[in-house]
């Protein structure tokens, strides 16, 4: 008997070799007829890949009864199959974003799995096998925390119904040991059950994965992110695929994790925008949680103290079409209490004010009394643009349609799109004139005239003030983030400066004030969510404020501002994120924008602007032009908008064209139908002459930004 055996590989984008590729196998004694799932070996051109079993049937597809089928070459040994469930999530996910399932099947799964060899492979998992026998004795949970009340109703209202759950909790509120607990109640409850973590970025909050680890121990747990060797993350995901780590704590690639028996799926700061992934299938891990929790009847808790509107949304009241569980955890732990905000109006201070006054003072204050600050500034590097006065020349990158940012600390030049790096000039390149200047600030000048500004104030101790900045610049180096964190933690540091880095999670136990310097750029975005994460970051930024209880009620937020009656920084004052979320709500409803209708962005990389435009406004044409000849596209696409075509707001990058086409709908079968549609036709536009230079497009499916 020959099995014909359809099989996801990975193949090139944009190949027309879209979908599954088909093998013959035949069984015999020493080989045994393959199942769906099962990891092989399969031979393409003259490589020979990784692949997925999808499905078998008994009969040769038509038209490939001859010999150009090829046999698969082998099965990896000793790998139980991958689950159903993992198949379709691949499949659904595949579909929904628009990517081919062999891409996304092989994404999911660690790189390392491509490369080895059967011994090798043979040798990882006997290695595993006996790690566990040695250390699945002295395993036992440590106990939780005492809960207070509003933790102990949101578990009881965890258990007792289907969900998902929203967690919406102030920061600081408790909502992690919630996590942990209900994780532990599930263990627990069976011998078997495994749990997911997902949070947005590990190595930004090393302390949770320390808590997990000293609540299940360290055999019960693994990791999953981009930050892991190869061979780490094939352990893991050994660990995981076999059933033998009981939790997975992860970021978004986690949401891939081959986990037989997932019962709970735990997705902490659901609205941080990196759940997104930025390349490839560009999945939105928190979406994808939901749709796998109801597909393998898993419980999923999001958990936020600022919840995307989406998540808002799906959690209003089941009577009114709320599909969530909202659950409320509004207190501190402890009777803390959320800091006290201030706006000062920057329209009152003397021009070019970086810190005002009463600000400097609060800083000066705080630090003689051996508390700590946190400034914010979302901006790295010394200054965004140098400029020459006398002709107008500013370090614009040569490559991209941006400005160059001057980096004082190597006096350098570099660009944060294309990397392309120059040591500064001695004059301006355009005229001569020596005397170029920075514009504008970035963290590295704010740490610099803070220094000179806090030059005469002492600590508790008789000490100077020790400043620290945190930033992408000053954690290039591995190790770094952590050894400066500890700095934090253990009150060396009294001044943190730092971007959006420093905003998110960590339970600083002795800052007492916060301040965002410049957070008006973020309200006049041409991005229709740039209000929403501005909020969120505010919110987030004054949470590491009176983490302490003892401390929180002088625990105090600044925010420097154009513009302080903006409907953010109000609603930032009264901590009223409800208020903020119903008003946005119904801004988005009258503009007609996500979550009331949902969006696809189809982009076009090109050797120059008019023909990523023109291949882009070409496929729409061709697409309508399609639909004269078929009523059925016809009524598809009376429900969906194709807009013209226009540059992105970053149109150059690395001497690549960008442009974009927005489609949208009020339905999203209807929006997913027309996707489908459209992608032939794509195909069909890139061999028009008219587009030679053309170098490749893609398919955004609830893009982040617009
Ligand atoms: P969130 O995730 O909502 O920001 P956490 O779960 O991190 O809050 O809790 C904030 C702080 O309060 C942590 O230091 C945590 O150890 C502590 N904490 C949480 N729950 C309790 C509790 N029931 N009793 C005492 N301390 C608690
Ligand atoms: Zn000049
Ligand atoms: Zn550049």
């Given at each position: 008997m020959i099995q014909w055996i359809d099989i996801a590989v990975q193949t090139p984008a944009h190949s027309q070799i879209g979908g599954l590729l088909t093998y013959r196998h035949v069984p015999t004694a020493e080989n045994s007829a393959l199942c769906e799932g099962a990891l092989v070996r399969v031979p393409l051109g003259s490589r020979d890949l990784l692949g997925v079993v999808w499905a078998i049937r008994d009969d040769a597809p038509e038209g490939l009864k001859?010999?150009?089928?090829?046999?698969?070459?082998?099965?990896?040994?000793?790998?139980?199959?991958?689950?159903?469930?993992?198949?379709?999530?691949?499949?659904?996910?595949?579909?929904?974003?628009?990517?081919?399932?062999?891409?996304?099947?092989?994404?999911?799964?660690?790189?390392?799995?491509?490369?080895l060899d059967?011994?090798?492979?043979?040798?990882?998992?006997?290695?595993?096998?006996?790690?566990?026998?040695?250390?699945?004795?002295?395993?036992?949970?440590?106990?939780?925390?005492?809960?207070?009340?509003?933790?102990?109703?949101?578990?009881?209202?965890?258990?007792?119904?289907?969900?998902?759950?929203?967690i919406y909790g102030a920061t600081g509120s408790g909502k992690t040991e919630v996590y942990l607990q209900a994780v532990q109640r599930r263990l627990e409850a069976d011998p078997k059950a495994q749990a997911l973590l997902m949070v947005p970025e590990i190595n930004l909050t090393p302390q949770l994965e320390e808590r997990v680890v000293a609540r299940f121990g360290a055999a019960q747990v693994v990791s999953m992110h981009s930050g892991m060797t190869p061979a780490q993350r094939l352990q893991s995901w050994l660990a995981a695929h076999s059933g033998r780590a009981r939790i997975v704590l992860g970021t978004r690639?986690?949401?891939?994790?081959?986990?037989?028996?997932?019962?709970?799926?735990?997705?902490?700061?659901?609205?941080?925008?990196?759940?997104?992934?930025?390349?490839?299938?560009?999945?939105?891990?928190?979406?994808?949680?939901?749709?796998?929790?109801?597909?393998?009847?898993?419980?999923?808790?999001?958990?936020?103290?600022?919840?995307?509107?989406?998540?808002?949304?799906?959690?209003?009241?089941?009577?009114e079409g709320g599909r969530y569980q909202r659950l409320l955890?509004?207190?501190?732990v402890g009777a803390g209490q959320l800091p006290f905000v201030r706006r000062v109006d920057m329209n009152n201070q003397p021009r070019k004010t970086v810190l005002s006054a009463p600000l400097l003072a609060a800083i000066q204050a705080?630090?003689?009394?051996?508390?700590?600050?946190?400034?914010?500034?979302?901006?790295?590097?010394?200054?965004?643009?140098?400029?020459?006065?006398?002709?107008?020349?500013?370090?614009?990158?040569?490559?991209?349609?941006?400005?160059?940012?001057?980096?004082?600390?190597?006096?350098?030049?570099?660009?944060?799109h294309c990397g392309f790096t120059e040591r500064v000039p001695r004059a301006c390149p355009a005229c001569g004139n020596a005397d170029i200047a920075p514009l504008g600030r970035g963290t590295e000048q704010l740490e610099e005239h803070l220094a000179e500004l806090l030059a005469s104030v002492r600590r508790p101790d008789g000490e100077p003030v020790h400043i620290l900045r945190i930033d992408a610049d000053s954690t290039k180096h591995k190790g770094a983030l952590e050894s400066q964190l500890a700095q934090v933690h253990s009150g060396e540091v009294d001044v943190l400066v730092g971007t959006q880095m420093i905003a998110k999670g960590h339970d600083f136990r002795r800052i007492t004030l916060v301040a965002a310097i410049n957070p008006d750029n973020a309200l006049f975005?041409?991005?229709?969510?740039?209000?929403?994460?501005?909020?969120?970051?505010?919110?987030?930024a004054g949470g590491r404020a009176g983490r302490d209880a003892s401390q929180s009620a002088q625990s105090e937020m600044w925010v420097q501002t154009f513009h302080p009656q903006h409907d953010v920084f109000a609603a930032l004052k009264t901590h009223d994120y409800p208020a903020f979320a119903a008003n946005q709500l119904m801004e988005r409803e009258q503009a007609g924008l996500p979550p009331w209708r949902f969006q696809a962005l189809l982009r076009a990389d090109a050797r120059s602007q008019e023909v990523a435009q023109t291949f882009l406004n070409a496929a729409s044409h061709a697409l309508q032009a399609q639909a004269a000849q078929d009523p059925a596209l016809d009524a598809l696409l009376a429900q969906v908008s194709l807009y013209p075509a226009v540059p992105m707001s970053i149109q150059r990058v690395a001497n690549v064209e960008r442009g974009q086409m927005l489609i949208e709908s009020p339905s999203r079968m209807a929006l997913q139908k027309v996707l489908a549609e459209l992608q032939p036709v794509l195909h069909g536009q890139r061999a028009v002459p008219a587009h030679k230079g053309l170098i490749r497009w893609l398919v955004d499916v609830d893009p982040l930004a617009i």
């Open positions: 001859d010999g150009s089928v090829r046999d698969v070459a082998g099965v990896l040994e000793g790998l139980p199959p991958l689950s159903a469930t993992w198949r379709q999530l691949v499949q659904f996910a595949a579909h929904y974003y628009q990517r081919s399932v062999g891409e996304v099947a092989m994404a999911a799964l660690p790189p390392q799995l491509r490369d059967a011994a090798q492979l043979a040798r990882r998992l006997k290695k595993q096998a006996g790690k566990t026998d040695a250390e699945t004795d002295a395993t036992g949970h440590a106990p939780g925390l005492p809960l207070s009340a509003q933790q102990t109703q949101a578990l009881a209202d965890i258990a007792a119904q289907a969900g998902p759950f929203l690639m986690a949401v891939f994790a081959s986990m037989p028996h997932l019962q709970l799926i735990v997705v902490d700061e659901e609205h941080d925008p990196s759940y997104k992934q930025q390349e490839g299938a560009r999945y939105s891990a928190r979406d994808l949680a939901i749709y796998r929790g109801r597909l393998e009847g898993a419980k999923v808790i999001l958990g936020s103290a600022t919840p995307s509107l989406e998540s808002w949304h799906h959690s209003r009241p089941a009577a955890m509004p207190e501190r705080r630090v003689q009394r051996g508390e700590q600050c946190m400034l914010l500034l979302n901006r790295r590097g010394y200054a965004p643009v140098l400029h020459c006065a006398d002709c107008g020349w500013k370090s614009e990158c040569s490559h991209c349609s941006a400005f160059r940012v001057f980096h004082k600390l190597d006096r350098t030049l570099r660009c944060h975005s041409s991005d229709f969510r740039a209000p929403e994460r501005l909020f969120a970051l505010l919110m987030q």
